[in-house]
Nanobody
Framework: QVQLVESGGGLVQPGGSLRLSCAAS????????MAWYRQAPGKQRESVAT???????NYSDSVKGRFTISRDNAKKMVYLFMNNLKPEDTAVYYC???????WGQGTQVTVSS
């Protein structure tokens, strides 16, 4: 069974930065692609960043150049560094272990002045 715990969200002004963390309880964490998703009010959940077992990263166009995903296999952690935040980044952020359909409680990110 996969358990995920996200943290690090909060209220930040436009242009600010946050670092999100996700602790994953899964055997052989290092063998799985990890992803960050977000869901804004009234919208579908969308993928924003992925990182493969080899460390290859991919980003949605909306966050490319501003967000960075990383992982620590020894700690079974995945991170999302978010810079130059915009109001449209406001959402609940979730991490995910692909291909499992398991989700944590998410962490709220609010970008507002």
């Amino acid at each position: 069974q996969v358990q995920l715990v996200e943290s690090g969200g909060g209220l930040v002004q436009p242009g600010g930065s946050l670092r999100l963390s996700c602790a994953a309880s899964i055997t052989l964490f290092r063998l799985y692609t990890m992803a960050w998703y977000r869901q804004a009010p009234g919208k579908q959940r969308e993928s924003v960043a992925t990182i493969t077992t080899a460390g290859t990263t991919n980003y949605s166009d909306s966050v490319k150049g501003r967000f960075t995903i990383s992982r620590d296999n020894a700690k079974k952690m995945v991170y999302l560094f978010m810079n130059n935040l915009k109001p449209e980044d406001t959402a609940v952020y979730y991490c995910n272990v692909r291909p499992f359909d398991n989700w944590g409680q998410g962490t709220q990110v609010t970008v507002s002045s």
